[in-house]
């Protein structure tokens, strides 16, 4: 095989491609647009590489491009490789060609984390033997050195730009709103259908009915469709009184005030868990169990400080609009919300969460980062900040007994911070500083 491999991205995802391909005794190629040399360091020295731009006669010329998950499948230069029939994937469709272990895959706009924590939680107590990876932070081909009874992949839409034929086991949509719009010149439209080609070859497709984004284009006699939502689906919510149960075929099972959960987006993500697990014919007892002893991942309506009577609140991972205004009806019944936004918006219609705080006079709104601008333009109500910092110096001078300063910022981090975890370990760090003086 004397194929001409170029790998473009040489992150965690590029450096695990390279190690693939040495190991298959194949020497690829490597292009980066960083021109940090520090990334050189972490492959063999007689590897030709080229960094600070996409190079074109080597993009142009090769027989197979691996394209990491931050370089967009709809750039330029690489819709001209396709054009000339240069073969484009990514490293979970290069992993989906090896592999031979059955695949559990999940996408959505949000909860994507908290579904895969879950789910392996539950398999691991049924004695399941399971590999996690994808954009979770490790990466696919890494998995293919190890025996598992199954994986389980996070996958973004990036991830699903490049995939062609991925078979999957049970794949999941837990939901689609805007997100990304910088990616995705055409729209939500366009972002959807990366998102619904994730069934493409999926035996399970587990969809959510309150979203209808989420639902199949196509429905396949060979596939098996199953259903979640609020008050449509297999999977359901019911509500009595002030209880909020989890029913399964129309029989209440679990009481979710019972349990240490927060919000009905969370009630939504277990639905979609408990879908799988049954699935696998994981009894419903330890399903239930862990369900209902789960507690929310860091950096998710994460308390973190409580005195006098306010209480603190890291929702860092909230990185788009709906994940913020899932935290704020969550919050909807405290007496004043100090909420913090801001950050790198991708482009996404900021006047969407605006219109939901507009009729919402409990809510103050310091805004930081590349779209306080926006923000300020949109509610002019808000408060603009250069800094995190800032705002918290202001807001803590305001607060009064019975408050909640919320970081839950609608943006990306990627304009004052690594990443989201960055931003809200720097945010818990900010409010032990404040309360220590």
Same mark, same amino acid.
Request: contains cysteine; aromatic residues 10%; proline residues 3%.
């Given at each position: 095989?004397?194929?001409?491999?170029?790998?473009?991205?040489?992150?965690?995802?590029?450096?695990?491609?390279?190690?693939?391909?040495?190991?298959?005794?194949?020497?690829?190629?490597?292009?980066?647009?960083?021109?940090?040399?520090?990334? +050189?360091?972490?492959?063999?020295?007689?590897?030709?590489?080229?960094?600070?731009?996409?190079?074109? #006669?080597?993009?142009?010329? *090769?027989?197979?491009?691996?394209?990491?998950?931050?370089?967009?499948?709809?750039?330029?230069?690489?819709?001209?490789?396709?054009?000339?029939?240069?073969?484009?994937?990514?490293?979970?469709?290069?992993? $989906? /060609?090896? #592999?031979?272990?059955?695949?559990? *895959?999940?996408?959505?706009?949000?909860?994507?984390?908290?579904?895969?924590?879950?789910?392996?939680? +539950?398999?691991?107590?049924?004695?399941?033997?399971?590999?996690?990876?994808?954009?979770?932070?490790?990466?696919?081909?890494?998995?293919?050195?190890?025996?598992?009874?199954?994986?389980?992949?996070?996958?973004? $839409?990036?991830?699903?730009?490049?995939?062609?034929?991925?078979?999957?086991?049970?794949?999941?949509?837990? #939901?689609?709103?805007?997100?990304?719009?910088? /990616?995705?010149?055409?729209?939500?439209?366009?972002?959807?259908?990366?998102?619904?080609?994730?069934?493409?070859?999926?035996?399970?497709?587990?969809?959510?009915?309150?979203?209808?984004?989420?639902?199949?284009?196509?429905?396949?006699?060979?596939?098996?469709?199953?259903?979640?939502?609020?008050?449509?689906?297999?999977?359901?919510?019911?509500?009595?009184?002030?209880?909020?149960?989890?029913?399964?075929?129309?029989?209440?099972?679990?009481?979710?005030?019972?349990?240490?959960?927060?919000?009905?987006?969370?009630?939504?993500?277990?639905?979609?868990?408990? *879908?799988?697990?049954?699935?696998?014919?994981?009894?419903?007892?330890?399903?239930?169990?862990?369900?209902?002893?789960?507690?929310?991942?860091?950096?998710? !309506?994460?308390?973190?400080?409580?005195?006098?009577?306010?209480?603190?609140?890291?929702?860092?991972?909230?990185?788009?609009?709906?994940?913020?205004?899932?935290?704020?009806?969550?919050?909807?019944?405290?007496?004043?919300?100090?909420?913090?936004?801001?950050?790198?918006?991708?482009?996404?219609?900021?006047? !969407?969460?605006?219109?939901?705080?507009?009729?919402?006079?409990?809510?103050?709104?310091?805004?930081?980062?590349?779209?306080?601008?926006?923000?300020?333009?949109?509610?002019?109500?808000?408060?603009?900040?250069?800094?995190?910092?800032?705002?918290?110096?202001?807001?803590?001078?305001?607060?009064?007994?019975?408050?909640?300063?919320?970081?839950?910022?609608?943006?990306?981090?990627?304009?004052?911070?690594?990443?989201?975890?960055? /931003?809200? #370990?720097?945010?818990?760090?900010?409010?032990?500083?404040?309360?220590?003086?």
């Amino acid at each position: 095989m004397n194929k001409k491999i170029v790998i473009i991205g040489l992150g965690l995802t590029g450096i695990s491609c390279v190690n693939f391909f040495l190991k298959k005794g194949l020497i690829p190629s490597i292009i980066d647009e960083n021109d940090n040399l520090k990334l +050189i360091k972490k492959i063999p020295s007689y590897i030709p590489y080229h960094l600070g731009s996409l190079k074109e #006669n080597w993009i142009l010329n *090769a027989d197979l491009i691996i394209l990491s998950p931050g370089i967009s499948v709809f750039h330029p230069l690489l819709l001209k490789a396709k054009k000339k029939g240069i073969e484009i994937i990514g490293d979970i469709e290069l992993f $989906s /060609r090896y #592999n031979k272990t059955p695949v559990i *895959a999940i996408t959505g706009t949000n909860g994507k984390s908290t579904v895969v924590n879950m789910v392996s939680q +539950i398999m691991k107590k049924n004695n399941f033997n399971i590999g996690i990876g994808g954009n979770i932070g490790y990466p696919v081909l890494d998995l293919l050195s190890y025996t598992r009874d199954f994986y389980i992949l996070e996958i973004s $839409s990036f991830q699903l730009e490049t995939i062609k034929k991925f078979k999957i086991y049970i794949a999941l949509i837990i #939901n689609i709103s805007q997100d990304h719009m910088d /990616r995705y010149p055409l729209g939500i439209k366009q972002y959807r259908d990366i998102k619904l080609r994730i069934y493409k070859n999926a035996s399970f497709c587990i969809y959510n009915t309150d979203n209808k984004l989420c639902y199949p284009k196509i429905f396949y006699k060979k596939k098996k469709y199953i259903t979640f939502g609020t008050f449509i689906g297999k999977y359901k919510l019911s509500f009595c009184k002030k209880n909020t149960y989890l029913e399964v075929d129309n029989k209440k099972i679990l009481n979710f005030n019972n349990t240490k959960l927060n919000g009905i987006h969370n009630y939504l993500n277990f639905l979609a868990v408990l *879908a799988i697990t049954d699935i696998l014919k994981i009894p419903k007892k330890i399903s239930l169990q862990e369900i209902n002893n789960y507690k929310n991942m860091d950096h998710i !309506l994460q308390i973190i400080h409580k005195e006098n009577g306010i209480t603190w609140i890291n929702d860092s991972k909230s990185t788009n609009i709906n994940s913020t205004i899932a935290a704020l009806k969550y919050l909807y019944k405290k007496k004043k919300i100090w909420l913090l936004l801001g950050g790198y918006d991708k482009n996404c219609e900021l006047n !969407l969460l605006i219109k939901y705080l507009k009729n919402k006079n409990n809510i103050h709104i310091y805004c930081f980062g590349i779209s306080s601008k926006k923000i300020l333009s949109l509610y002019n109500k808000s408060i603009k900040v250069q800094t995190m910092f800032e705002a918290l110096k202001k807001i803590i001078k305001l607060v009064k007994y019975g408050d909640t300063v919320l970081l839950s910022p609608a943006c990306s981090s990627i304009d004052q911070f690594k990443n989201f975890k960055h /931003r809200g #370990n720097e945010f818990i760090k900010l409010v032990k500083k404040l309360h220590k003086k």
